[in-house]
T-cell receptor, first 113, second 113 residues
Framework: DTAVSQTPKYLVTQMGNDKSIKCEQN?????MYWYKQDSKKFLKIMFS???????INETVPNRFSPKSPDKAHLNLHINSLELGDSAVYFC????????????FGSGTRLTVV | GENVEQHPSTLSVQEGDSAVIKCTYS??????FPWYKQELGKRPQLIID?????GEKKDQRIAVTLNKTAKHFSLHITETQPEDSAVYFC????????????FGTGTRLTVIP
């Protein structure tokens, strides 16, 4: 069974559209994250949630809105997509706030045209 | 947030030789330093980590060293094999009490058979 699963794996959409990426983990972890990996492979934290509560929002535009219905799910909704949003988005989870072992999802490659 | 610098950005070694990747961090409160391996088109995977109360850790052909005073840590791979070819990322934790990881810019390692 996949520990951290993201859907979709690929997403191609036009500028101005709204899209969502879903993430689910079956590891029983308390903390989940969204990272963005740009074309230069740089991995940057976007959000982290602990037990459905937002911990960190790292200078991400308001067009990005995470939602955590329960601690096993952290979805990412993006409004008014821009060309610069094209990247690979990775979801990750870890056992808790003070335990750092990350497990990453397989990534969602978003292409905005 | 934390600032993590990683060098070199690319590294080519002959099979059987050693490879060393170095990282520096800025936040003296950082206390957790993992290394991730990302193969082409795949997710980052944790290969080794070290906490601030330890100076060195080894796992078969992989070792990590940490110098807290100088705020730098290094990954050492001995007896490299072609399957070690990948992008390697170092990371450092944010301040104690939160567990966001800030990643270095990555090193593309190529092992030449």
């Amino acid at each position: 069974d996949t520990a951290v699963s993201q859907t979709p794996k690929y997403l191609v959409t036009q500028m101005g559209n709204d899209k969502s990426i879903k993430c689910e983990q079956n590891l029983g972890h308390d903390t989940m994250y969204w990272y963005k990996q740009d074309s230069k492979k740089f991995l940057k934290i976007m959000f982290s949630y602990n037990n459905k509560e937002l911990i960190i929002n790292e200078t991400v535009p308001n067009r990005f809105s995470p939602k955590s219905p329960d601690k096993a799910h952290l979805n990412l909704h993006i409004n008014s997509l821009e060309l610069g949003d094209s990247a690979v988005y990775f979801c990750a989870s870890s056992p808790g706030v003070l335990d750092y072992g990350y497990t990453f999802g397989s990534g969602t490659r978003l292409t905005v045209v | 947030g934390e600032n993590v610098e990683q060098h070199p950005s690319t590294l080519s070694v002959q099979e059987g030789d050693s490879a060393v990747i170095k990282c520096t961090y800025s936040d003296s409160a950082s206390n957790y330093f993992p290394w991730y391996k990302q193969e082409l088109g795949k997710r980052p995977q944790l290969i080794i980590d070290i906490r601030s109360n330890v100076g060195e850790k080894k796992d078969q052909r992989i070792a990590v060293t940490l110098n807290k005073t100088a705020k730098h840590f290094s990954l050492h791979i001995t007896e490299t094999q072609p399957e070690d070819s990948a992008v390697y990322f170092c990371a450092a934790s944010m301040r104690a009490g939160a567990n966001n990881l800030f990643f270095g810019t990555g090193t593309r390692l190529t092992v030449i058979p």
